[in-house]
């Protein structure tokens, strides 16, 4: 909003007049006003209220509630070619600003890369970054515009406020305590109704296998996710079991660890190795005299006595293993 275009104006503004320079006093006309209480209205009505003559306090509730709430969008089009609309009653996006930032709930996983967004009558515009299955349909998504291109800013799970990039990851920690969206592996379920997100990861995975599978053998499957098809159409899912085992990167080619799979379990093992020992030769045991000798067999295969504990292992601390979703 502006001053008006009025010749009745002083230095552009409304003034109250000066007979003694001869400077008549401004008229607020009804275009005046109206244009005053329009801009009004739409302030109000952008905060989610209906415009109440009697309620003095709309103004400052309006500007509140906006401050405190991200801008959602109704969202169209396909998975990658999005369309932001401004839901009716609000004010619709006309301009954009460096480092402006617009949240919504993704309709549907992303495709391929070269991914575009339009916001009401503005151009359509690039999503830089993503490339296929990398927008996931019902994440809270947050977009970052800068020089004519968008960027994501964030995207949570909208029920625990956990990041997607955090979901079904290994987290170790120093108590054994869950936090929000937090879940111990420890073959625990969840169906995917409930967590469609972290399903949409772990299905992707490799180390995602049929329940039935993984329940054959719970030792050799235990870094595995397990599923189950429902009627329903939707997945109960297991969650990999880590307790009492060390965690080793996976070798994924590279000739170190030779022929693991991703998530598979390894038993402990010694390196193959040998021993040297010496044997003096006629060895003579007690007292002997004249030619009398007694000689003590040497057994090559004879076993040692047992020495040791349950398993092979270095020194450690039993710390917690848990993931988000």
């Given at each position: 909003m502006n001053y008006p275009d009025s010749n009745d104006l002083y230095n552009g503004k409304f003034t109250d007049g000066d007979p003694l320079n001869a400077i008549p006093a401004s008229i607020?006309?009804?275009?005046?006003?109206?244009a005053i209480y329009d801009e009004l209205k739409a302030l109000i009505t952008a905060g989610g209220l209906a415009p109440d003559f009697n309620d003095?306090?709309?103004?400052?509730?309006?500007?509140?509630?906006?401050l405190r709430s991200k801008r959602l969008f109704d969202v169209s089009g396909?998975?990658?070619?999005?369309?932001?609309?401004?839901?009716?009653?609000?004010?619709?996006?006309?301009?954009?600003?460096?480092?402006?930032?617009?949240?919504?709930?993704?309709?549907?996983?992303?495709?391929?890369?070269?991914?575009?967004?339009?916001?009401?009558?503005?151009?359509?515009?690039?999503?830089?970054?993503p490339v296929a299955t990398q927008i996931f349909e019902t994440a809270l998504l947050t977009v970052r515009y800068i020089n004519g291109v968008f960027y994501v800013a964030d995207q949570v799970n909208p029920q625990t406020g956990v990041r997607v990039s955090d979901i079904a990851k290994l987290y170790i920690d120093t108590v054994d305590v869950l936090g929000v969206g937090e879940y111990a592996l420890d073959g625990a379920q969840f169906s995917s109704r409930n967590h469609p997100l972290g399903w949409a990861i772990v299905s992707a995975s490799s180390?995602?296998?049929?329940?039935?599978t993984k329940d054959s053998d719970p030792i050799t499957y235990g870094g595995y996710w397990g599923f189950v098809a429902e009627l329903d159409g939707s997945f109960t899912v297991t969650l990999p079991m880590i307790g009492g085992e060390f965690i080793r990167m996976f070798d994924d080619g590279r000739g170190v660890d030779v022929g693991r799979e991703f998530g598979s379990w390894q038993a402990?093992?010694?390196?193959?190795?040998?021993?040297?020992?010496?044997?003096?030769?006629?060895?003579?045991?007690?007292?002997?005299?004249?030619?009398?000798?007694?000689e003590q067999p040497i057994d090559n295969n004879a076993p040692t006595s047992f020495t040791g504990g349950n398993e092979t292992r270095p020194r450690s601390i039993a710390y917690y293993g848990k993931t988000r979703l």
């Open positions: 607020a006309s009804a275009d005046h006003m109206n003095l306090a709309q103004v400052s509730q309006s500007v509140g509630s906006q396909t998975a990658n070619a999005i369309l932001l609309t401004t839901p009716a009653g609000k004010q619709p996006v006309t301009t954009l600003n460096n480092y402006d930032e617009f949240s919504f709930i993704v309709a549907a996983t992303n495709t391929a890369s070269g991914m575009t967004i339009k916001i009401d009558e503005l151009a359509v515009m690039p999503l830089a970054g180390n995602c296998i049929d329940q039935a402990d093992e010694f390196k193959s190795h040998t021993h040297n020992f010496s044997l003096a030769s006629n060895n003579r045991l007690g007292n002997t005299s004249g030619n009398a000798r007694v």
